[in-house]
């Protein structure tokens, strides 16, 4: 896996991607610019946290080899290409958020047409498939 997992003090074993890896990995593995890619230290919990790209806010939530959410305001291309190269797989999905209109992108390494199937039962906006099952 192309992030810069490290270990993590507790549980034993596990690993951890921290907000400064994060940020080192989208711009020397995902080509984004420097000074265009943010993380919020402040923001960062085990498996999520926020940052910016050139001013747009978003989100990511994941699980290293299992699945990634990228959310923001406005849907970011380029974020999503760097974040594909980082994590070495694809989107499946993308879809607004009906209570906050945000943008989602979902990555889904196990089964993407499962959860295809649960985003259109969870009837989400805008529901677009990126990869063909």
Known sequence: MAETLQDACTPRGAKKWHWYNIRRDLVQQGGLEDNEVMINPGSVRPNRCAGTHKGNQFYITWAP???????????????????????EYEPFARYKEPATGLITTEWDKVDPQKRYQELETEGKLELTRLLEP
């Open 65 to 87: 080899e299992q699945f990634l959410l990228v959310t923001s305001k406005e849907y970011d291309q380029e974020l999503v290409d760097a974040f594909a190269k980082v994590v």
